[in-house]
């Protein structure tokens, strides 16, 4: 397999899911932002991060590009393309997630509590 071919296939594997999960921030996190409005003040310091720095998001694929055009030893850059991108993204959707969603479990426990 030629270094060129081998690298295209670790960016793709690294740039998908780091694209995906800014694609998920731009598209969920405005929704929540606009739903929690009427308590924002309340809400957990983790989901007010996520609300003034989900932007951030697209520097995870810019990233992942810079560590295939930037990184020294060539054969060790497709692999850290591919785990940049995967264990970048999985972290940001499940950070993102847990701190978005989180008062809206609180509210669900607190309201089945008191059943």
């Not at 060790?76 to 970048?88: C, I, Q, S, T």
Request: aromatic share 14%.
């Amino acid at each position: 397999m030629d270094v060129r071919r081998k690298d295209a296939l670790f960016l793709a594997i690294g740039l998908v899911p780091a694209l995906f999960a800014a694609a998920a921030a731009f598209l969920l996190v405005p929704d929540s932002i606009v739903a929690y409005a009427p308590v924002a003040e309340q809400l957990p310091v983790q989901t007010r991060f996520v609300f003034s720095s989900y932007y951030l998001c697209v520097l995870l694929p810019v990233l992942v590009c810079c560590i295939l055009y930037f990184w020294r030893n060539p054969s060790k850059r497709g692999p850290w393309v591919a785990a940049m991108g995967v264990v970048g993204s999985a972290a940001v959707l499940a950070f993102g997630w847990w701190a978005v969603y989180q008062p809206e479990l609180i509210l669900q426990i607190i309201k089945h509590g008191s059943r």
